[in-house]
């Protein structure tokens, strides 16, 4: 077993380089040198290398047949079935937990969620949209916990890691300026209580298809940002996806 150390190297270099990806420090098909990362991480290389095999598994990095590692791209198609994917996770989780009679207290906790969520929908500053942003991924990550399967949360794990896929992840500054792209968050809003009251009624297939419904929301928010050069470029991951040239400069 790695010792404390080790694994807060590990810890590290995973998510500083995610970052790095992200943010378009690299570019897609781009090789990642070992030697440069380790001095800039500062980490050794058994961590390094242990990151480079954690972001292969999530998708944001492909082992060359020789050794060493690539950055992705993400052709749109991919981030559609990605988008897609998510849909059919979450909508499991929502029917799940229809089946398995989520607890009052667990649907009071969505409740005042999605309630603070309410709150901010409408308000254009910048700051209620980031604690949007965070009240939204608490949402997700407590529906999917009421479903009660480690199974099902090990699966959505490889899915939201990848760009514009998150619950969130394709919300990031847009609707902080885009005003087409705020109305997503209020139908975002209404899929979320209407899901919550299906749990409670114990309407499986009505929670599973919202659910699904509901990441389909992305894919809508996805086509707005696509058309909006000044947006996208601020977008973590966007540079991984395959576009028309020129449209980052």
Known sequence: ?????????ITRA????????????????????????VE?????????????????????????????YVVREFTQADIRDAIELRGVLEGTAARLAAQRRTSRDQLRALRTINDQIEELVHQADYESFEHYVELNERFHARLLRVAHSPMLERALEGIV??????PSAAFVFTEAELPESREVLIVAHYHH??????????????????GREH????????????????VLEHVPGARLIALPQGVFQ
Not at 40 to 68: K, Q, W
Not at 161 to 166: D, I, N, R, W
Not at 193 to 210: K, P, Q, T, V, W
Not at 215 to 222: M, T
């Open 1 to 9: 077993m790695a010792n404390p150390a080790h694994r807060t190297q």
């Open 215 to 230: 990441a389909l929301l992305a894919l809508r928010n996805l086509e707005i940002v696509l058309g909006h050069r000044e």
């Open 14 to 37: 995973l998510l500083r380089l995610r970052e790095l990806i992200l943010s378009g420090e690299f570019a897609p098909g781009e090789r990642l040198s070992e030697l440069p990362l």
């Open 40 to 68: 800039r991480l500062g980490v050794s290389r058994t961590p390094l290398r242990l990151a480079f095999s954690a972001l292969e598994h999530e998708g944001l990095l492909r082992r060359l047949p020789g050794g060493g």
């Open 193 to 210: 209580r209407a899901m919550i009251e299906a749990i409670e009624r114990r309407e499986g297939a009505r929670a599973e298809a919202i």
């Open 161 to 166: 890691s990848l760009p514009f896929a998150a």
